[in-house]
């Protein structure tokens, strides 16, 4: 399947609304990337693992990272990203050291062994944070992480541009209204109703960039 800019659909947003929208290119980037991370995708993204050292109670996250997957304890990252399978059967090296410092491989073992649980880390904006001291210990971070153009937006599946684009105008148009409603101007019923409709035209898209992904869930495939 191929890929887009995601910058198609904030030119999309415009061409289709109001030349005055490109004012306002940093807060359809965070709405893009926002509706982006909704309707997920199950290929589009790689999966890498990135290993640190706790310094305290928060790490910030990884370049390009979308959504944080698993956290283990100890350092995988090169043998996750060099045999990494899948993410229901994530498998890491299991070691034991001889003698002097020097380590063998004697088989692998299934990372359940080795994963932090999610009642003690969170993510947070672009950082992680641990409800639990970690500090000096290793850990790894697996991840979806997504490509960037040159100009630093997002690389996302091109099925996706269209709800993205729908989405920025809806989100738009309520922003408009919020407005109006905080004004003494009287709010017709059309304009409510148009609200719904983009709503509506939105939700849409974004199943149908689903069901191109393969990515519906079993509810909504008996929807339509």
Known sequence: ???KSIKHAIVNAIDETDASLGRYEVQMIKWAQYIEKAIGSKDGYKRIAKAYTVEGSEIEKPEG???VLKVLYGNHEDRINSYYQSQERLLVNKTHEVMDGMKIIIGWSEAEN???S???WDEYGDKINFLNELKGREI???YNKIDVDE???WIVQESHIKAITDYIIYMFAKKNLWKTLRSDKMIRSTELMNI???EAKYAKSIRN???EDGNETPFEKIQY
């Open 118 to 120: 999610e009642l003690i």
């Open 151 to 153: 100009e630093g937006y």
């Open 65 to 67: 990272c979308v959504k």
């Open 1 to 3: 399947m191929s890929r």
């Open 209 to 211: 960039a689903r069901a």
């Open 114 to 116: 080795y994963i932090v």
């Open 140 to 142: 790894t971070i697996f």
């Open 196 to 198: 719904d409709k983009l």
